[in-house]
Nanobody, 122 residues
């Protein structure tokens, strides 16, 4: 299974970005996809997740109300719309795929993408 993430970049505080992640290599009937991020010198942390069969979503408190996760099952793609970006959102964002549960635990996601870097300047 391969996960290809894209959409990162350098923006100013208050700007928006949309990340995309597409998986290939295997078909899943049910799954969850999501995003983690890792800022320099910090632990990797959960950002958001969504289940493939429902619209159920789960967000970290730090991004709730600013970030929106969505999916297009026909394209095996998940999106992360990031609005009102803050300098503390600066990190490498990793796309993940795993069992059809909504979890903020890293080990619950078997497949990880290569990461896309987001830098928010003040």
């Amino acid at each position: 299974v391969q996960l290809q993430a894209s959409g990162g970049g350098l923006v100013q505080a208050g700007d928006s970005l949309r990340l995309s992640c597409t998986f290939s290599g295997r078909t899943f009937s049910r799954y969850s996809m999501g995003w983690f991020r890792q800022a320099p010198g910090k632990e990797r942390e959960f950002v958001a997740a969504i289940r493939s069969t429902t619209k159920t979503t789960f967000y970290a408190d730090s991004v709730k109300g600013r970030f929106t996760i969505s999916k297009d099952n026909t394209k095996s793609t998940v999106y992360l719309q990031m609005n009102s970006l803050k300098p503390e959102d600066t990190a490498v964002y990793y796309c993940v795929l795993g069992d059809p549960i909504l979890s903020q635990i890293r080990s619950d996601y078997r497949y990880w993408g290569q990461g896309t870097k987001v830098t928010v300047s003040s």
